[in-house]
């Protein structure tokens, strides 16, 4: 009904409230009698207008404008399952499509897809492909359901539109038929370009089929699945935990040469598990002729398997001797240990082979943000025991505060300010404008340096506000508090394109300079900003400022940020992955942070809760010289010793999730903690504390095996009874932790003592399975398996699938487009309808309506009549030209009579026609009457003599002041309130009468 209007109703049925103007019509012909019937009528009107008006807001009018132009978005697949010679010309394509037969009005989008799509180009009538840019985080794998959702949220409303999509037609992620059909309810033709290829001899290493878990000392077998697409010789080679297997012991080498046959072909390889543990295993082909195989990242396959043993402890520690003694206390409590640095955690299935982990004065940013939360869910989800034992870099010292690790520890890394020493100051420069996803990696950065901070710590953030107009403060200086204020700064900061270092360093100095800290800098740029004076930088080492600064994607030139890093005593970082820079931001924040550590005495733990279970049976412990400081956590976390002085917790432990923890903030070196290791009791104290953390020791009752089929991962597991029998009837609790995150396992019984469950591991990388069974609330098992996928199903891909494209073309309207970019015709307005952009208005014409029912007010409060009106209008409008006339008539006479009085016999009085210059009196308040306006003032003789009237008037003259009525003489105050009534009802019928007839 209201398709064609340029204003439409929303919510048409409102405007139904218009017909109360007729009931209105009725109420004012009686409410209203008593005034004048011009009067009646424009009050009517007027109440009318404002009842239809609001009628109308609560319709929701929308204003509809009739849009101009085309935008065309073009979706680039940049995935890997692309060869580079086609996306290379698959660019050239568009750089030349785009531009003929293009309007002027006409705007052009650009977005990009990968493992994700970005925006290279908004829809704007200057972009353009020469500028083309990817801004993908990663190219292993393609969503192209993702790109057209990005593509319809970046479609302006007030142009017709078409997407062109530009692909292989394969997809990791999502459906682009269902995406399409969001494209097809609005209206959006897709265009697409097949871009077809085929690999002729491609190797796709299928999989590595190893046991899920064996015995120590038993041998099984190993398989190797390849697919090859024609004849093809080559060299397989295999290692175990990095090392080489000897896969032909009758030759040299380890290695060993094949030659596969179309189709698939497989290898069984028989292997000794010999040690405890999980056991990685890697196997490579490699053809003897390059060409045969084109695609390198499919030629790998990975498989884990889980070696039952008593006890396996893993200690993290920076130097092997430091762990020693523990280790060998350990280790004649016949537990098996092994020391390794930070970097020997390459997945999460390394962790899940070990029953207890102790971390031995780790720093931090000896970790990745994924060891970090690989060692949270190894205790949370997998049930294993983590030890944490102080030292200089250890705790808050250490820049775990508000880590994962932190969550899984008994005590809180960030106490209160009872023992402060210098408190901290960081102020971060955000200019990360030019790297790919600059807002996720700017924000992502800025919140892992706030979160490495104290509470009492200063922190500020800094960055190019266009809106704002230059540099400007997203937050503080102010302390971090807990911290939710300044993270919400920071996922709320803009990224701007800062023109100079000096006045964001000048407000950085101006800032924290009068602080008093330990005051510290951090600058993430491109290297583009000019740099600051050398002024500026010597203020900032006068004011022991240290700045450090931290390069990515620079195509400025390192110079200038090595500069002021060196100047100011600052660190320097040429960043070329941007994964790594949450890691430095963390690292250069401890550089501020307050010190934590409590020493320069001794201090004996005193025991506080002796009914602690991993500490039973100890109650005088050695002293030590120092600690970590921490505070006690609430819940159940249970303090067994603290410290006689402070009363600081020096031992604590809780269970997590479905492991345990412990926190001994003192060291096991010569430091703080040189009397332990000279204990009698230090090896009895260790093992009764990790045996208590360990996780249960799986049992031998139970097999498990897994296996891949398709995208899915399939775990079945076997339960057997100590007689042999099977175990029915169990409940089980499972969960998957995976490369993108923690999930849910579901596992039912499917036969007689089996139990399957799957789930999605379409994914690349290491997915461990961690699985609890009760028996009438016991646990009767505890089970770990991993299932390992090598590379991304983008690299399996050895051919096109543009029957997709083709579906998405005829689903939504579109074109297949040719080869020839002079044929594609683009920006062609065939079959598409203009669009319309709405305009919200319901506010405006409230607005208006409550003006005029301010109007309706003042009419019914202000006795206005017409007369007053039509004076008003001719002061307005005529005076001035009443006044002109009557000017130029007067200087008429003026001159006559002046030249009459020259005449001999001519009269020697002044001019009379002099005084009849009209002046008007400002010096009087209201219009003088029509008998008044003919009246003359007199100007003078001097007037008269010279023929030009006076610019100044006369003084005007004063009416006499009318007399005060004596109130006597009109009776009683009732009677002159009804005389007054009847002469202004007297008075406005004659304003009426004299409206209709004057």
């Not at 020493?421 to 790297?435: F, T, V």
């Not at 407000?507 to 740029?525: E, F, Q, R, T, V």
């Not at 029509?930 to 023929?947: L, M, P």
Request: aromatic share 6%; proline share 6%; glycine share 8%.
């Amino acid at each position: 009904m209201f398709e064609n209007l340029f204003i439409r109703f929303e919510q048409p049925t409102w405007l139904a409230l218009s017909a109360l103007v007729l009931p209105m019509y009725l109420i004012a012909r009686t409410s209203l009698g008593g005034l004048s019937p011009l009067k009646t009528h424009v009050t009517f009107a007027v109440r009318a207008i404002v009842v239809v008006l609001l009628a109308a807001s609560l319709a929701e009018p929308t204003w509809m404008k009739k849009g101009e132009g085309l935008t065309v978005v073009v979706m680039m697949d940049r995935s890997r399952s692309v060869p580079q010679y086609l996306r290379d010309r698959a660019l050239d394509y568009m750089k030349v499509a785009t531009t003929l037969q293009r309007r002027p009005e006409d705007r052009l989008g650009i977005i990009t897809i990968g493992k994700g799509a970005a925006i290279s180009s908004l829809p704007h009538r200057f972009s353009s492909f020469d500028n083309f840019t990817d801004n993908l985080a990663s190219d292993e794998a393609t969503t192209l359901a993702e790109g057209l959702s990005l593509a319809l949220a970046t479609a302006p409303q007030d142009t017709m539109i078409r997407f062109v999509l530009v692909s292989d037609g394969n997809e990791t992620d999502g459906h682009v038929l269902e995406a399409a059909k969001a494209a097809r309810a609005n209206g959006i033709p897709i265009d697409v370009l097949p871009l077809t290829y085929e690999h002729g001899r491609e190797v796709i290493f299928d999989r590595l089929v190893a046991p899920a878990r064996v015995r120590e000392g038993q041998v099984s077998s190993l398989r190797m699945v390849l697919r090859a697409q024609s004849e093809v010789t080559g060299v397989l080679s295999l290692t175990q935990n990095g090392l080489p297997v000897d896969l032909d012991p009758e030759s040299p080498g380890a290695t060993v040469r094949v030659r596969l046959q179309p189709g698939l072909n497989s290898r069984n390889i028989p292997i000794l598990y010999n040690e405890a543990g999980p056991q990685q295993f890697e196997a490579t082909f490699v053809p003897d002729d390059p060409q045969a195989d084109l695609i390198a990242e499919n030629n790998r396959a990975v498989a884990v398997t889980f070696v039952g043993g008593e006890g396996r402890v893993l200690i993290l520690a920076d130097s092997e001797a430091d762990a020693e003694p523990l280790a060998a206390a350990l280790r004649a409590s016949d537990l098996s240990v092994r020391t390794e640095q930070a970097s020997y955690l390459d997945s999460i299935v390394t962790l899940g082979g070990y029953d207890a982990v102790i971390m031995m004065d780790q720093h931090r940013r000896d970790y990745t943000t994924e060891q970090d939360k690989w060692l949270h869910d190894y205790v949370h989800d997998l049930g294993g025991g983590l030890l944490v034992l102080g030292g200089p870099q250890a705790f808050g010292n250490g820049g775990w505060i508000s880590s994962q690790v932190e969550k899984a520890l008994p005590v809180k890394l960030d106490p209160p300010q009872t023992m402060q020493r210098q408190l901290g100051a960081l102020c971060l420069i955000m200019h990360s404008c030019e790297m790919p996803q600059a807002n996720f990696w700017g924000q992502k950065v800025a919140i892992s340096a706030i979160e490495a901070l104290s509470s009492q710590d200063y922190v500020g953030i800094l960055d190019y506000n266009w809106n704002a107009g230059g540099v400007v403060w997203e937050y503080g200086p102010a302390p971090a508090g807990d911290k939710s204020r300044p993270i919400a700064a920071a996922q709320k900061m803009p990224v701007g394109d800062m023109p100079d270092f000096q006045s964001a360093m000048q407000l950085a100095y101006d800032g924290m300079a009068p602080l008093n800290a330990n005051k510290h800098c951090i600058i993430i740029s491109d290297g583009d900003p000019s740099p600051p004076s050398q002024a500026l930088l010597d203020q900032f080492v006068a004011a022991k400022i240290t700045v450090t600064t931290v390069l990515i994607a620079g195509h400025g030139g390192p110079t200038t940020m090595q500069t002021i890093a060196n100047v100011t005593g600052g660190n320097f970082y040429n960043v070329t992955n941007p994964r790594n820079l949450p890691e430095i931001f963390i690292s250069e924040s401890r550089i501020v942070a307050r010190s934590l550590t409590v020493e320069g005495d001794e201090y004996i733990p005193t025991l506080q809760n002796p009914l602690v279970e991993p500490i039973r049976g100890f109650r005088d412990l050695p002293s030590v010289d120092g600690y970590v400081l921490t505070a006690p956590k609430e819940g159940l976390a249970e303090i067994a010793f603290v410290s006689d002085k402070h009363g600081d917790p020096i031992y604590a432990s809780w269970n997590y999730g479905i492991g345990k923890a412990i926190a001994f903030t003192p060291d096991l070196t010569g430091r703080w903690g040189g009397r332990w290791v000279g204990w009698d009791r230090f090896k009895g104290f260790w093992d009764q504390s990790v045996r208590w953390a360990m996780r249960p020791v799986s049992p031998s009752n139970m097999t498990v095996n897994t296996r891949l089929e398709g995208e899915r991962a399939i775990i079945e597991v076997e339960a057997f009874d100590k007689d042999s029998n099977f175990e029915n009837f169990l409940t089980s609790s499972a969960a998957v932790l995976g490369p993108d995150g923690t999930a849910p396992l579901a596992l039912q019984q499917v036969g007689p003592g089996r139990y399957r469950g799957e789930f999605d591991a379409a994914e690349a990388g290491a997915y461990l399975v961690n699985m609890h069974f009760r028996k009438g609330g016991e646990i009767v098992g505890n089970m770990q398996a991993a299932v390992n996928v090598p590379y991304s199903r983008e690299f399996r891909a050895i051919r096109d699938d543009s029957a997709r494209l083709v579906q998405v073309a005829e689903m939504t309207g579109g074109r297949v487009l040719r080869d020839q970019p002079q044929l594609a015709d683009l920006w062609n307005r065939d079959g598409l309808e203009p669009r319309r952009s709405h305009k919200p208005i319901w506010d405006l014409l409230a607005i208006i309506a409550a003006s005029i029912f301010l109007v309706d007010v003042a009419g019914r409060r202000l006795a206005i009549g017409i007369a007053e009106v039509r004076q008003t209008l001719r002061k307005m409008l005529g005076r001035r030209g009443d006044v002109a006339e009557d000017t130029v008539a007067a200087w008429k006479r003026a001159r006559e009579q002046v030249a009459h009085r020259k005449q001999p016999g001519g009269p020697t009085e002044p001019a009379a026609a002099a005084r009849d210059i009209p002046v008007e009196d400002r010096t009087v308040k209201f219009e003088a009457s029509e008998q008044d306006r003919g009246k003359a003032i007199d100007v003078g003789a001097d007037v008269a003599a010279s023929g030009v009237p006076s610019d100044r008037p006369a003084a005007p003259r004063r009416r006499p002041v009318a007399e005060k009525p004596d109130p006597t003489d009109e009776g009683d105050f009732t009677s002159r309130l009804l005389a007054a009534k009847r002469r202004a009802r007297e008075q406005q019928k004659g304003e009426s009468d004299g409206g209709v007839h004057g």
